[in-house]
């Protein structure tokens, strides 16, 4: 090998970041860079003769096992794989390596590892499966069912109380335009038309509620409340729309009935009112016409009297007076 490359190498090696091992066939070190001992704390001279059994997790140990048996069935090849590697501290850190068998190079004569530390990383991944897991386990648990498309209206996501309501699976929706499914475009022209106004405002960034009529896969209309709301990217360009759907179709059956009784009511009183004012309108009718015959009988009474004529008896109509 040229000897001015050699050093070259050696010094980018050296100064490397990364963990720059040379592994024999059993995973026995014969090469260690420094930067061993800034990212597991154990210096050059510690390194060298160790196996894959001192470095790695037991729980990983299987899988670093049947790697190095992958790179050396395939020589010149390059693999990759994470793994947890003690420090001499006896904490555990994540470690990426790369590994290429070089063992029949002879100017190598040995696997060749290239460690980078990315315990940071895994550790913000696993947090970020774990929110998933949570927000996965909150959205498939909702009692609303939760749909997401993208801007041709094409499935993207959706819940299993979605699926649940509208009678499909999850393969049966993804990737397919929601309202070929849900809508007849002969049959549901105004809901059609409901939903284009809506998109229309999803366009310009903006989130309503609103009914729509859908059909079940059984063909059963049912009718949906959706809260709907845009979606954007990190660029914030419109990507697509999700919404949480709500059956309310016995809602609205019930608020019709409610409806329906609250008119016959409102038309009985209205009658039952009617009947009581004309009844009031008798009785007072009634009243001025004994009123004006008491006055008749009066002046009548007045008449004999002063022609010098005694009435034979009271009339009873005055004796109430």
Known sequence: MDTGRNITFKKMVELSSDIINLVNAEGVVIYASPAVSTVLGFSREEAVGMGIKDWVHPDDLPRVTRFLQKILARPGDTFRIRARFRQKSGAWRWVEVAANNLLN?????????????????????????????????????????????????????????????TGYTVDELYGQVIHELLLDPEKDQDQLAVLRAQEKLRAQGVSTGYDLWVRHKSGRRILFRINGSPVFDAEGRLVGTVGMH????????????????????????????????????????????????????????????????????????????
């Open 105 to 165: 190079d002879p100017d190598v004569g040995a696997i060749v590892t290239s460690g980078r530390d990315i315990t940071e990383q895994v550790t913000a991944e696993q947090a970020l499966r774990a929110s998933e897991a949570r927000y996965r386990n909150v959205v498939e648990t909702m009692h609303e069912g939760i749909a997401q498309v993208d801007n041709d209206g094409r499935v993207q996501f959706v819940n299993a109380r979605f699926c649940e309501l």
């Open 246 to 321: 709500a059956d309310i179709t016995d809602q609205r059956k019930a608020e019709e009935v409610l409806r329906t009784y609250a008119d016959e009511l409102e038309q009985r009183v209205r009658r039952r009112t009617d009947e009581l004012q004309r009844m009031v309108n008798l009785m007072a009718g009634r009243e001025l016409r004994i009123a004006e015959l008491k006055r008749t009988i009066k002046q009548l009474r007045a008449q004999l009297l002063q022609a010098g004529l005694t009435p034979v008896a009271n009339d009873p109509l005055l004796e109430e007076d």
